[in-house]
């Protein structure tokens, strides 16, 4: 493979689009593929050849990444007639980005072998901004020998590469991580929301946690957005609600009680019924409040 890989990107949505660019700066020639090919589009005017169907942006390709919303929409995307599965060369590396959970990584796995590529589980951490700004954490994972010819999508993309053995392993770390990350956006909608109901200012709870043991930078990130009930997604709640479903099918399949996972899904299905999906995750809150 060429030093500098053409890359075939799948998904143009918050984290692709910010992958797109985060790549293009980085100088890797880059064809990006959109469901929505209007949400491509910008990307054209900043390098990358935007392509109509999967297939046009992965033949030729080097590396295909896909950043999807799911395990459904990958599979679409890849095994479909004008899938890029069928487009791209044997042996040509697809690095899957997308959350998709422990066994929908594994049925990927299963894809990949089936379309003759070599499969690299590798979900990331951050969100829009580090996606923008190529500051993510690579959760990689997946053969050896496909470690090097990665690099140069994983130093665009990210600040941090963890390789962590067979494939798969990205994905349920990603499980793990993503289990702490909504306890917090939890516990923060739910520490103002109560702070409310005791008619305290729901400052207070941020200002009294700043700079002790308890603090975390993200109670104020998504509490200060819940405070001035600005809910632009950065994570969208479609997506946390759907990743804690995949928390709790993994933690069900290896015999773990993750309760406070549970209760996060029930209020982020309940927020997705009141029509909050497209709104950021930290809008779990609007149900703690029953506004
Ligand atoms: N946002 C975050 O903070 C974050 C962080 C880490 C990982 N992730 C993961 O990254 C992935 C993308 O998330 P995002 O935040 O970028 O979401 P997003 O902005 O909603 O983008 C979702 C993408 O999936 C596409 N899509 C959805 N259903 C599809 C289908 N059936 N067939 C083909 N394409 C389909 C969308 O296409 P259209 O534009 O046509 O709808 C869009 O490209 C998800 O797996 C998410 O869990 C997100």
């Not at 029930?266 to 709104?279: N, P």
């Amino acid at each position: 493979m060429a030093t500098t890989p053409t890359v075939a990107l799948l998904g143009t949505g918050i984290m692709g689009s910010g992958m797109a660019r985060s790549m293009l700066r980085a100088g890797l020639p880059l064809r990006v593929w959109n469901r929505t090919t209007a949400k491509a589009r910008p990307l054209a005017d900043e390098g990358a050849v935007v392509a109509e169907t999967p297939a046009e942006a992965a033949r030729g390709a080097d590396i295909v990444v896909t950043m999807l919303q799911d395990t459904v929409a990958v599979e679409a995307a890849m095994a479909a007639d004008d899938g890029a599965g069928h487009a791209a060369r044997d042996g040509t590396i697809w690095i899957q980005s997308s959350t998709v959970g422990v066994d929908g990584a594994a049925r990927l796995a299963a894809l990949a072998v089936r379309c003759a590529l070599v499969y690299v589980d590798a979900p990331v951490l951050g969100t829009r901004e580090p996606a923008e700004k190529g500051a993510l954490t690579v959760l990689a994972s997946g053969p050896a020998e496909a470690r090097e010819p990665c690099t140069p999508v994983f130093d665009a993309i990210g600040n941090r590469t963890l390789w962590l053995g067979p494939a798969g392993n990205g994905s349920r770390l990603k499980m793990v991580v993503n289990s702490w990350v909504l306890a917090l956006a939890e516990a923060t909608a739910e520490a103002i929301a109560l702070a409310e109901g005791l008619r305290l200012d729901p400052r207070l709870f941020l200002d009294t946690i700043a700079g002790t043991g308890t603090d975390s930078p993200y109670a104020h990130t998504k509490g200060e957005a819940i405070l001035a009930r600005r809910f632009d997604p950065s994570f969208p709640l479609r997506g946390a609600e759907k990743d804690a479903r995949l928390i709790l099918e993994a933690a069900a399949d290896a015999g773990v009680d993750m309760g406070l996972t549970a209760a996060a899904q029930r209020h982020l299905a309940r927020a997705l019924e009141l029509g909050h999906g497209d709104d950021d995750m930290a809008a779990v809150y609007l149900v703690h409040r029953r506004e």
